[in-house]
C-alpha cells in the first residue's frame, strides 16, 4: 500500500517541498511554518482517492494530491495578505505575513506555487499522451484569469458590485469553485474516466464548491476565530461578498440545503457507472456535519442516500 495512505497526509505535505541547505533561514522559517500547520488536508486525500478509483498509480496521484493542496495553500497566502483581507490568523495559527512580513509570505506563496507545478507537470507526464494535453489547459482555466484569478479579483472590487445572490455566486464560482473542479476532476480525467463521468463530478464540484463557501461566509458571521480556526468577521468590515449577509442566515442556509440535495442526485448518476468514487459520500456527509456545527441542529438537513 502506498505511504500516502498509510502515513498522515501531514508527512506528505511537510516532505513535498524540497528544502536545500544554502536557503536562507528567514526564508526557511516561513516555508515551515507552512508545511507545518498543514490544515485538515481533507483535499489531497480526496485526489488521491479519485486517481486510485480510475487506476493512476500511487506516485503520480501523490504528486497530485499534494500538488493541488500547494495551489490552495498559496491562495489562503494571498488572501490573507494585508492588501486582500488583512487576516491574522489561519490553521490556528498567525498568518505568515505577520511572522515573517509580507515579502516573506509572497515568496513563501510562490514558492508553493512553483513546487505545485512541478509536481504536477509529473503527474500529467505519467498520464497517456492523449490526456495529457486536455488536463493542462483544464489546470490553466482553474487557476488562471478564467478561474481562481477572475473571482479573487472580483472579490475585492465587491463594492463596485450589485450586491446580489447572482454576485456572490459569480465570485464562489471563480474563488472556491474552481479549486474544487481541480480536486475532483483532474485526477478523474487524467485516470481516463468518461466524458459522461466527467460532466458528472463538474456538477458535483460546482454544488459542493457553492456549498463549502456558504458554509465559510457562515462561519465568518457566526463563529468566533477560535471556532473557525482563522480570522472571522472580516466580509462585512471589508465589504467582501458573503451570502449570510446578502440573504440572511435562513435563506443561505435554505439555498445551501438545496445544493447538497442536487450534489446527492448528481452523486447517485455517477455511483451507477462508478461505484469505485462511493467515498465521496463521506465528503458530502462532511459538509452537512459542518453546516450542523455553525449553524445549530436547527438547520440541519436530510440524510443524503440513493435509492
Not at 498509480?57 to 495578505?81: G, I, K, N, Q, W
Request: charge should be negative; glycine fraction near 8%; charged fraction near 20%.
Amino acid at each position: 500500500m502506498n505511504s500516502l495512505t498509510t502515513t498522515p497526509f501531514a508527512d506528505a505535505f511537510s516532505s513535498g517541498m524540497p528544502l536545500p541547505a544554502t536557503l536562507d533561514p528567514h526564508f526557511e522559517e516561513s516555508l515551515r511554518h507552512v508545511l507545518d500547520n498543514a490544515g485538515s488536508l481533507v483535499r489531497p486525500r480526496m485526489v488521491f482517492q479519485v486517481a486510485s478509483a480510475y487506476g493512476m498509480d500511487p506516485a503520480p496521484a501523490r504528486d497530485l494530491a499534494v500538488a493541488l493542496e500547494y495551489f490552495h495553500t498559496a491562495s489562503l497566502l494571498f488572501d490573507d495578505l494585508p492588501c486582500m483581507d488583512n487576516a491574522t490568523e489561519r490553521r490556528g495559527v498567525p498568518c505568515v505575513h505577520l511572522a515573517y512580513g509580507e515579502a516573506g509570505a509572497i515568496l513563501t506563496a510562490l514558492a508553493l506555487i512553483n513546487r505545485a507545478y512541478a509536481l504536477t507537470w509529473r503527474a500529467v507526464a505519467a498520464a497517456p499522451v492523449p490526456l495529457q494535453s486536455t488536463a493542462l489547459a483544464y489546470i490553466e482555466q482553474c487557476l488562471g484569469v478564467e478561474g481562481l484569478l477572475n473571482g479573487q479579483s472580483l472579490d475585492l472590487h465587491y463594492a463596485t458590485l450589485p450586491p446580489t445572490r447572482e454576485t456572490t455566486e459569480q465570485i464562489a464560482r471563480g474563488k472556491t469553485v474552481s479549486l474544487i473542479r481541480l480536486t475532483l476532476v483532474l485526477p478523474a480525467m487524467l485516470g481516463g474516466a468518461s466524458a459522461r463521468q466527467v460532466q458528472l463530478l463538474e456538477r458535483i464540484a460546482l454544488f459542493w464548491g457553492l456549498g463549502y463557501q456558504m458554509v465559510d461566509d457562515l462561519k465568518d458571521v457566526l463563529q468566533s476565530a477560535s471556532e473557525a480556526g482563522k480570522t472571522v468577521a472580516r466580509d462585512l468590515l471589508l465589504d467582501r461578498p458573503n451570502s449570510a449577509s446578502v440573504l440572511g442566515i435562513p435563506a443561505a442556509v435554505e439555498r445551501l440545503t438545496r445544493f447538497i440535495r442536487l450534489g446527492d442526485r448528481t452523486l447517485c448518476r455517477l455511483l451507477k457507472s462508478q461505484p469505485g468514487l462511493s467515498f465521496l459520500r463521506k465528503l458530502r456527509g462532511d459538509l452537512e456535519e459542518e453546516l450542523v456545527r455553525v449553524t445549530g441542529d436547527a438547520f440541519a438537513t436530510p440524510a443524503g442516500g440513493c435509492s
